[in-house]
């Protein structure tokens, strides 16, 4: 096999450097340690300063880093930008931009960008201005970069975007310091991720779709374009499962050079006895919540069990998910209480007074009209969450067999309620659920085997998918359903069979199940998955060539 090429720097950038949104968040943070014992400080990541003024806790400005630099970009691109590292493994530099300053331009930019490549923004709204600024300062910073430190041809340098909000860094790139060579990622198809979300059948009817006219059809015109355009004019376009490469094809019309799965670090798990120790005192704290939000004592064997992610009701499958709670709760021979944490941000008010005065010891009463929510929701009759619950007539009275705990808020430590992270809380569940109809990749399952907690998942997201490759049942530590378009219902049975087998299985069996789950979760590593990253690199710098 010949030699790869390998980058001499390489900066990335995405909307989530330093700005903990979503997954790609910990793509980029897990990822970093591995790259920068490569590089060292000739890796960079480029994010947005969206702080405004606040502390960012994911950022450590360093006033004496390259402050020469920080003035260059400012005299001769007029942007400024603030130089320090990222509170993450690793600790790689990290420069935050202000970007703002582009708006009053973004119309010359729009123009610019279409003469060099053909992007439509006129049908832009929303975030597409703000995102579009961004990615084209994130451009501009690479090349005062590349200019103030001196680098050359010579140099193997490589712009790595993630998404289509950071494309028109990717353009300016091309156009202004072709010696370079890019990379872009998408994690999800922009129009994909809006034909699912449409309650349209995207995998059966795949083939029939053509990107352009669904983007007409759903309004996301100015996002596809971008996204498309970019998959075509970088020197590497990457995806990061099999099933969404598919999706590029049809829908981008560009077949993904090479897939780059997304891996992770598990430094966020704690060994041995702390492990114990953080899992005991997570499920008191379940325990403590629920029986006071519920009014009674639980069992002592009681099955906690959870789902978690963004509020995309169909998407992420919750939909599927509570009614397999109503197939399980009507099933004979249940052999456990279980209590369900729906752990999805809503739109809320903030946390319950009464339930944090309850959780306090205080002689505050609870609202006994309230028995599913830890937060107060803005809206509960228009929630969807809040109707499937009473649409299936679940009461969480002591005598149902299955309770559901709706946790609408984001799980930072600081809720009102629970007071801890996520992590915090997952490492002390028996089994979580996630039955996505569109996932690209899926790291709340992983997430879930690196704490050694057994996970349900489908065949159409990215992990499920790798995962079945062996067929996993939920004995070997995470369970993959077939789904399709239209076997919602097929899947519901199948997560109820599998939430009730888990139930019936004794101390020695739930172990072992533990550990084929965290046996599963190491495999995923980045020290297994690096090396796609490495071909993508290799590939970018290698057309480049042939470019230049």
């Not at 091309?174 to 809006?194: C, D, Q, W, Y």
């Not at 172990?511 to 290799?538: G, P, Q």
């Amino acid at each position: 096999m010949a030699e790869l090429v390998s980058p001499e720097y390489i900066f990335e950038t995405s909307w989530e450097v330093c700005n903990m949104v979503g997954g790609i968040y910990t793509v980029l943070s897990t990822r970093a340690a591995t790259l920068q014992k490569k590089l060292l400080d000739k890796l960079v990541f480029i994010g947005p300063d969206v702080w405004f003024g606040k502390e960012n806790p994911y950022f450590e400005e360093i006033p004496e880093l390259y402050p020469e630099w920080k003035a260059f970009t400012e005299a001769e691109y007029d942007l400024k930008i603030r130089v320090g590292r990222w509170k993450v493994p690793g600790e790689p530099i990290a420069v935050l931009v202000d970007f703002m300053p582009l708006m009053l331009r973004k119309d010359e930019i729009y123009g610019r960008v279409w003469e060099q490549v053909g992007v439509n923004s006129i049908a832009a709204y929303g975030d597409y201005d703000e995102s579009s600024m961004f990615g084209y300062s994130t451009g501009i910073i690479i090349e005062s970069y590349y200019r103030f430190f001196n680098l050359n041809s010579e140099n193997q340098v490589v712009a790595h975007f993630n998404e289509w909000m950071t494309t028109f860094g990717a353009f300016y790139i091309k156009n202004n310091l072709p010696e370079i060579a890019t990379v872009f990622t998408t994690h999800a198809t922009s129009i994909g991720r809006s034909i699912a979300g449409n309650h349209k059948p995207l995998y059966d009817y795949l083939n029939e779709y053509n990107g352009d006219q669904m983007a007409h059809e759903l309004n996301m015109v100015s996002k596809h374009s971008t996204e498309k355009i970019a998959a075509h004019v970088v020197d590497c376009f990457t995806t990061v499962s099999e099933i969404t490469g598919i999706e590029c094809e049809q829908l981008l019309e560009k077949k993904p050079n090479v897939i780059t799965p997304n891996g992770f670090e598990n430094d966020f798990v704690p060994d041995g006895g702390k492990f114990t120790s953080k899992r005991k005192e997570a499920r008191a704290t379940l325990r403590h919540v629920a029986e006071n939000l519920l009014g009674y004592k639980l069992n002592k064997n009681v099955l906690f069990v959870s789902t978690a992610g963004r509020y995309e009701y169909k998407n992420k499958g919750i939909d599927t998910f509570l009614e397999s709670l109503k197939l399980l709760s009507i099933q004979t021979g249940l052999k456990k209480e279980v209590v369900v944490f729906i752990m999805v941000p809503a739109n809320i008010k903030g946390f319950r007074s009464d339930l944090a005065s309850v959780l306090n010891h205080s002689e505050t009463e609870l609202n006994s009209w309230n028995r599913f929510t830890t937060h107060e929701l803005v809206d509960y009759y228009s929630d969807n969450i809040m109707s499937a619950i009473h649409w299936f007539h679940f009461t969480n009275q002591q005598t149902q067999a299955v309770k559901i705990i709706f946790v609408p808020s984001y799980l930072n430590g600081s809720d009102g309620i629970f007071n801890k992270t996520y992590y915090d809380l997952l490492i002390g569940m028996d089994l979580t659920v996630f039955p996505s109809y569109y996932e690209p990749w899926g790291y709340t399952p992983l997430e879930s085997v690196a704490f050694s907690v057994p996970t349900i998942t489908t065949n159409l997201s990215g992990f499920g998918q790798w995962v079945s490759h062996n067929l996993h049942e939920i004995e070997q530590g995470v369970g993959v359903i077939h789904r399709s378009d239209y076997n919602g219902y097929i899947v519901a049975e199948h997560i109820a069979e599998m939430i009730h087998k888990f139930a019936s299985f004794n101390v020695e069996e739930i172990k072992a199940v533990r550990e084929k789950a965290s046996i599963i979760a190491e495999k995923a590593l980045w020290k297994h998955f690096i090396h796609f990253y490495d071909k993508a690199y290799h590939i970018a710098l290698k057309n480049k060539y042939k470019r230049t």
